[in-house]
């Protein structure tokens, strides 16, 4: 996991499908059990991703730290990731 206060790009994968979720966290820890917590009480913003929560259950879905990054990079590398991640694949 990261150490405390280093910003990272998380990725939230469904195993089952393969598509992925991205976002970037200035507190990635905190940030996961968020994210969690939306979409365990069905308010996530995206709905594609939260319809397959409710389907398959939070055993079809991962999260990990896709890369560690400086705060200030945050929002260029997760330009990169949904620009170079097939379409069709992304929940974003």
Not at 26 to 34: Q, S
Not at 42 to 52: G, I, P, R, T
Request: with cysteine; glycine share 2%.
């Amino acid at each position: 996991m990261c150490k405390k206060n280093e910003s990272a790009i998380i990725a939230l994968r469904n195993l089952i499908s393969g598509k992925v979720y991205f976002f970037k966290s200035k507190l990635p820890e905190n940030d996961i059990v968020n994210e969690r917590f939306k979409l365990d009480l069905n308010l996530h913003s995206c709905k594609k991703l939260q319809e397959d929560y409710e389907k398959t259950g939070l055993e079809a879905f991962q999260f990990e730290v896709e890369e560690k990054t400086l705060e200030k990079d945050l929002s260029s590398r997760l330009d990169f990731y949904l620009k170079n991640t097939d379409k069709t694949k992304l929940y974003n």
